[in-house]
């Protein structure tokens, strides 16, 4: 054999460990998760048809108005290719209980939008996907929704696979039509989830708001995080913000059932005290 001869099975190795590479990226994004908890705006990276019917239980700090709501909504999402997904995000019906106001009931906002997959790096177990949504005020004044001229939400979500490991965030901007009846928002998320069975995924969140403008509606010094928008008048520069621990679980190849526990961490923690959230992803 020459010297400078390189071993067959040199060659052969090193393409199987190259393949082995790609095989373990592309695992990584298989399993890949979307976001529980803040599912209005928590939008996944991830390019998938689905439908995902949602619960929440929300506790209103006490130091607010106190009580409760309670919303149901189903989400819809239409992978039309590989890169671009049609998504509505917002709807349902709330049922709101604070203590210091009467008990209502009403329909939410629809919001709906699309998103894109500008980057999808399956060798490196990375997608990065830019979006934009509308929200359509059609829902009832009794629980703070149908105010404004419509808003529009821009954002980008990632996501990157480390072998089991993940990393989830978003980030994006609230913007109304009408800044005298909505205030604009900036809010960012982040999930990080370990895939140590199809049983149990394991996972923590981060979800943030920040009030951007005043509008004039209440003198409230904080908003309604990310299902009401107060058009607070004297929100401008307050930050609410949760953390939340919870699970996934992969009960069939297209199904997944998911739960979150977050708690309000800001020092002035708005209407957010506590939330439980659960909810099942079915891909089709």
Not at 11 to 33: F, N, Q, R
Not at 200 to 207: A, E, G, K, M
């Amino acid at each position: 054999m020459k010297t400078n001869q390189i071993p067959k099975s040199f060659v052969l190795a090193t393409l199987a460990a190259a393949a082995g590479s790609a095989l373990a990226a592309e695992d990584s994004l298989s399993t890949a998760i979307s976001p529980v908890s803040n599912p209005i705006y928590f939008e996944s990276a991830l390019i998938q048809s689905e439908v995902r019917p949602i619960y929440m239980h929300h506790k209103i700090d006490n130091d607010f108005v106190g009580g409760n709501a309670n919303v149901y909504a189903v989400q819809l999402r239409w992978a039309v290719t590989e890169r671009l997904a049609i998504i509505a995000t917002k709807d349902g019906y709330i049922d709101l209980n604070p203590d210091a106001l009467p008990h209502q009931t009403g329909w939410a906002d629809v919001a709906a939008g699309v998103k894109y997959a500008l980057v999808k790096d399956e060798e490196h177990a990375f997608i990065l996907t830019p979006g934009l949504t509308f929200e359509i005020p059609l829902g009832q004044e009794d629980v703070f929704q149908g105010n404004g001229d419509g808003m529009w939400n821009v954002f980008a979500s990632a996501v990157k696979g480390f072998g089991n490991f993940h990393v989830t965030g978003n980030v994006g901007f609230n913007v109304p039509n009408d800044l005298n009846d909505e205030t604009a928002n900036f809010h960012a998320s982040l999930q990080f989830d370990y895939y140590l069975s199809r049983w149990f995924i394991p996972l923590v969140s981060f979800n943030s708001f920040t009030t951007l403008s005043d509008a004039n509606g209440p003198a409230f010094t904080t908003e309604g995080f990310d299902l009401i928008n107060f058009g607070s008048s004297a929100a401008k520069g307050n930050t609410q913000a949760a953390v939340g621990i919870g699970f996934r679980s992969r009960l069939l190849a297209s199904l997944d059932l998911g739960f979150t526990y977050e708690l309000g961490i800001t020092e002035e923690p708005g209407i957010f005290d506590a939330r439980y959230t659960v909810d099942a992803i079915w891909r089709f």
